[in-house]
């Protein structure tokens, strides 16, 4: 590809005046049209005032490349322009604009706009041909210059026949790898920088570039072995594994532009550590240490996206096709692939995180405990796990890749025979014995206990102040999008729904929808302050708001939580304020989509029945299993859902059961599967209700036991009143009951 084949002197423009980029960028639209390649010039403008946004076109020494790839266009074309006086703007040097080429391209054309960006690249990189670009008299002149530079070299002389053996392979003294975020302009001009810095030097140096069309000039294994040392000219993850054992040095793709030479320096110097693994934490620096940190830490969001935002769209799909009147069964099954999609949330977070420092080894730990960061795993009871959410995952993803670097540098010291030992059996068992150990004793019970204080005390904050706990409520729906905190404010919604208390459910769902909305909102009102990717998401991101998908924040809070975070918790407070203080709000909220389910009115003149003993007795034993979680193994040994003979009971224990099997309990769950008034009353008594507190522990222990028998001996009547006298197993399981009864009178349960 030849650059005047897309260059005509029609299309270049000399010594003119600009007072903006964008003002130069329009000036070079207008040229590039004059070639007849544009079918939409304004859609093609703004394609590239976009792709300008993005950052990246200005490369230092007086020279801008803008570009974009436009349906707008209907063949690559190229103009230039130069500018006199030169244009200040933000370059990477300081240096004011003095030359721009804009690449218009097709937008399925592939990789020739980073073809032709590779060779302007190599182009601009003399010095001289730029000045004589500057100088030229004429736009034709210009052109002409630019085509002599592109001759090719004349051919070799003619040899004798001695001469046509094979050359044996070259070996390159230095290798290199570069690659920006973009994968195009930093990525080719570091490449070509690097090669001119080294024919200078008279040093041999292959460049492999990992670009947006992919990987080229690949580095073979052979010439790695061969060469002195590695250069790592990137501002993203490349694959380092095959890199171990030999000097590397890591710099970023723009210091390899502005000065090669340097780069080569620190190159050829022979005190160049030499690599051991890992993709991290290499120097001393702490301005260094940082953007390493941040650089593991992309990589891992990067991989969690598409679960946050799938996973919300599926959720928020669900909910508008069953506004919509599609089939219950179809839209649940939206719903949970939606919620298996988050629950991988964290494991592919902490896995993304541990494999960008530790490499591949660092998988299966990291993944391992990002899951027991999910699940909140701790030494103790698996009903009393809590889940230590993001935080934890993070903990987890970074404490895996620098166990695993940590023992491949003990490795090192095993004997070559064994190495295949250490590789496939040590390292994966030992990191996940240090990791489980990590999260279950350190990282998840600490969490899990706050988030459980934090639950008590959004439960003792529901009687107090409207306006506060409405602004409490509000802020801590934006605290954690989607975690524990999240869902204890929306459980403390839901009991205060039940109990008419509107304002504070009406709370919790604004304070709910005000991150996901107000990130779209930002993204369309400030979009220079976004990448084209975060402004992509404005749409679903007012959709999940609209549904009450609080997850479609989560992205933005992990990439500026500092930032991101406090502003959606101020807005969400403040929301969930006015939910509680102007009923129009409260009554608007739930007149749409936030409205309860609408549940039968109880029939005037019907009285609620008398509650006996025997029902005082189960409802008391069932608030009592949801209030304690630690006696609920012991109970569930003498009590099973049949010995409660209420109907209503009888379904609760079930669902209690079935959550408490699944290592959970989800109030709301339980609450939703009853539609009648009084039915959903009474279960949320359940919830709502507490143990009278006796005078002592000897009282309590009593006053349980007690109930346990009463329940029991109930239960064992009921079923022997409703066995069928032909059922030998029935009545062998009842027989079986009743000596379980005989065990409960000495029963001993320790409170």
Not at 385 to 395: M, P, Y
Not at 548 to 571: K, N, Q, S, Y
Not at 699 to 728: C, F, H, W
């Amino acid at each position: 590809m030849h650059i005047t084949d897309h260059l005509q002197p029609c299309c270049v423009a000399l010594r003119q005046q600009a007072d903006s980029l964008p003002a130069a960028i329009h000036q070079l639209v207008e040229l590039v049209q004059k070639s007849g390649c544009l079918t939409d010039t304004v859609q093609f403008e703004q394609d590239v005032l976009e792709r300008e946004k993005m950052g990246g076109i200005c490369m230092g020494r007086g020279l801008a490349i803008p570009h974009a790839k436009s349906a707008g266009v209907a063949h690559a074309e190229l103009a230039a322009l130069t500018l006199d006086p030169p244009l200040p703007c933000d370059t990477p040097d300081g240096e004011p604009v003095r030359l721009l080429f804009l690449i218009a391209a097709p937008a399925d054309a592939n990789d020739l706009h980073v073809q032709m960006l590779a060779g302007l690249a190599t182009l601009l990189l003399d010095e001289g041909v730029c000045r004589q670009m500057l100088d030229a008299p004429t736009p034709t002149a210009f052109c002409s210059l630019i085509a002599r530079h592109e001759e090719p070299a004349p051919p070799p002389a003619e040899e004798s026949p001695a001469a046509e053996t094979p050359p044996p392979p070259a070996q390159y003294r230095l290798l290199a790898v570069t690659a920006c975020p973009m994968g195009v302009a930093h990525t080719y001009l570091a490449a070509e920088a690097l090669r001119k810095a080294a024919q200078e030097r008279g040093v041999t140096i292959k460049v492999e570039t990992n670009g947006a069309v992919g990987v080229n000039d690949e580095l073979e294994s052979d010439e790695i072995a061969a060469a002195d040392c590695i250069i790592i000219a990137a501002d993203k993850g490349v694959s380092m594994a095959r890199f171990v054992g030999k000097r590397l040095v890591t710099v970023s793709a723009g210091d390899a532009v502005r000065n090669a030479d340097a780069v080569l320096n620190k190159a050829l110097n022979s005190k160049v550590p030499v690599y051991r693994g890992g993709n991290a934490f290499r120097t001393s620096d702490w301005r260094e240490l940082g953007r390493e940190t941040y650089r593991h830490l992309m990589n891992g969001i990067s991989y969690m996206i598409p679960f946050v935002v799938v996973g919300g769209v599926m959720i928020a799909l669900s909910l508008l096709l069953a506004q919509m009147g599609l089939a219950q069964k179809y839209c649940d099954l939206l719903n949970n692939i939606g919620k298996e999609a988050f629950v991988l949330i964290y494991p592919v977070l902490a896995a993304s995180i541990a494999v960008s420092i530790g490499d591949a080894p660092a998988f299966m730990p990291g993944l391992m405990g990002g899951y027991m960061a999910q699940l909140g795993t701790t030494a103790g009871n698996k009903l009393s796990w809590v889940s230590s959410g993001f935080w934890g995952a993070l903990i987890a993803g970074f404490a895996a890749g620098l166990l695993v670097r940590f023992l491949n540098g003990l490795g090192k010291k095993i004997p070559e025979n064994l190495q295949q030992v250490r590789s496939s059996f040590l390292t994966p068992l030992l990191s996940l014995l240090g990791i489980a150990a990590l999260m279950a004793l350190a990282v998840n019970p600490p969490l899990g206990r706050f988030n459980q204080k934090l639950y008590r005390a959004l439960d003792s904050m529901r009687g107090g102040s409207r306006l506060t706990v409405g602004a409490v409520l509000g802020a801590l729906m934006a605290t954690d999008y989607g975690g524990p905190i999240n869902k204890a404010a929306y459980l403390t919604g839901t009991l205060a729904l039940v109990s008419d208390q509107l304002d504070i459910m009406a709370a919790v769902m604004i304070g709910g929808m005000v991150p996901p909305i107000g990130v779209a909102l930002a993204c369309l009102l400030f979009p220079h302050r976004f990448t084209r990717e975060e402004r992509r998401t404005a749409p679903q991101n007012l959709l999940m708001g609209a549904s009450f998908v609080t997850e479609g924040a989560l992205p933005f809070a992990l990439r500026d939580p500092l930032r991101v975070v406090p502003a959606c918790m101020a807005g969400s407070s403040l929301a969930g304020a006015l939910a509680v203080g102007w009923p129009v709000l409260r009554d608007g909220l739930h007149a749409g989509m936030a409205r309860p389910v609408v549940r039968p009115k109880r029939a005037d003149g019907v009285e609620k029945k008398k509650e006996d003993g025997i029902h005082l007795s189960q409802k008391a034993l069932l608030t009592w299993m949801i209030e304690e979680e630690r006696l609920f193994d012991q109970i569930s040994n003498y009590i099973s859902p049949g010995d409660f003979t209420e109907d209503l009971y009888r379904t609760v224990a079930e669902l209690l059961y079935e959550q408490r099997k699944e290592g959970g309990l989800n109030p709301a769950k339980i609450l939703n599967h009853f539609t009648g008034e009084e039915e959903h009353r009474e279960v949320a008594s359940l919830f709502n209700t507490r143990i009278r507190e006796l005078h002592t522990k000897e009282e309590r222990e009593q006053a349980l036991r007690e109930t346990i028998l009463k329940v029991k001996a109930s239960g064992i009547d009921y079923q022997t009143m409703n066995l069928d006298p032909t059922d030998m197993a029935g009545l062998q399981k009842l027989m079986e009951e009743k000596r379980k009864l005989e065990n409960l009178r000495t029963l001993h349960i320790s409170i």
